[in-house]
């Protein structure tokens, strides 16, 4: 018989081992496990990525339609004008003259109606595209809350959504604008579920910059200027992750510049100014993959 105090080095000896032993089987259950699980979890994780970005895709088609609505409505390029048949006036006599002028007149008020029909905006165009996000949301929907998005984000969009929905209804231009261009920014939001959160604050400052541009077009300074401001802060900080300097530095001037055409309050520059920083933004997102 053991002594007592070899019995007990034994025991704990003993104890050790088997204690040794289930953790190791333990541990080889979970790598089974995992791996089992872990392709089925990475194919659910692209097909939300694909899903994710069809849907900014076409939210992001949405907001440049409304934008070149807006834009056309609000800054108008310059009309090319010029007398017609003023020499064949001179030479024909009274009648022919006045026979030019109604003419010329005629034409000029079929080219103003013709213009105002054309800017007039293409609502049905418009339901199309907002009813294809609509599908499009209620599949990535349940693809983001299986990668575990947080109920007030899938709120936030949903009433979005719905809030660009209503601007249809109402047919207004710059409220669907401005929905538009917010349901852009709750794109976003959906992006740090998957590996592709590195250009989110380049999207950041896209939204930024173009709620600045759209609200001093409305003569709505003051958010204008605090959109601009933001603008400006959510590149700062997303610049660093940028390798391309050139191209941070780009942004960075066409930003300074928006601020300046908006505190100008100059439509036509306004509207510059934003289309090179959206094409400026638009590069350096390429660039953060």
Not at 95 to 115: D, F, I, P
Not at 162 to 167: A, I
Not at 205 to 220: G, H, N, V
Request: glycine content about 6%.
């Amino acid at each position: 018989m053991m002594p007592p105090k070899t019995l007990r080095v034994f025991l704990t000896y003993t104890w050790r081992v088997l204690l040794l032993f289930i953790i190791l089987a333990l541990i080889t259950g979970c790598s089974k496990s995992s791996a089992r699980t872990s392709p089925e979890s990475s194919r659910q994780q692209k097909k939300g990525m694909f899903a994710l970005k069809k849907l900014e895709e076409d939210v992001e088609k949405l907001v440049k339609e409304f934008e070149k609505d807006y834009f056309a409505l609000k800054a108008p390029p310059a009309e090319s004008t010029g007398v017609q048949g003023a020499h064949g006036a001179q030479n024909g006599g009274e009648n022919q003259s006045k026979q030019g002028h109604q003419q010329s007149k005629e034409g000029q008020q079929g080219v103003s109606q013709q213009k105002r029909s054309s800017l007039q905006p293409d609502w049905a165009k418009y339901e199309k595209m907002v009813f294809l996000i609509h599908g499009e949301w209620n599949e990535f929907r349940e693809l983001a809350m299986q990668q575990g998005a947080q109920i007030d984000i899938i709120t936030a969009f949903n009433e979005k959504l719905n809030e660009v929905t209503k601007m249809l209804t109402k047919q207004d231009l710059y409220g669907g604008l401005l929905a538009a261009n917010d349901l852009y920014y709750r794109t976003v939001a959906f992006e740090s579920l998957f590996e592709s959160s590195r250009a989110v604050s380049a999207k950041r400052t896209l939204y930024y910059l173009r709620d600045a541009a759209y609200r001093a077009l409305s003569d709505q300074n003051e958010e204008a200027s605090a959109s601009m401001m933001k603008a400006q802060e959510e590149w700062k900080m997303g610049k660093p992750r940028l390798k391309d300097s050139l191209t941070g530095n780009k942004v960075e001037f066409s930003l300074k510049e928006l601020k300046e055409a908006v505190e100008i309050k100059d439509p036509n520059l306004i509207k510059m100014k934003c289309q090179i920083a959206e094409k400026n933004i638009k590069e350096a997102e390429k660039k953060f993959h």
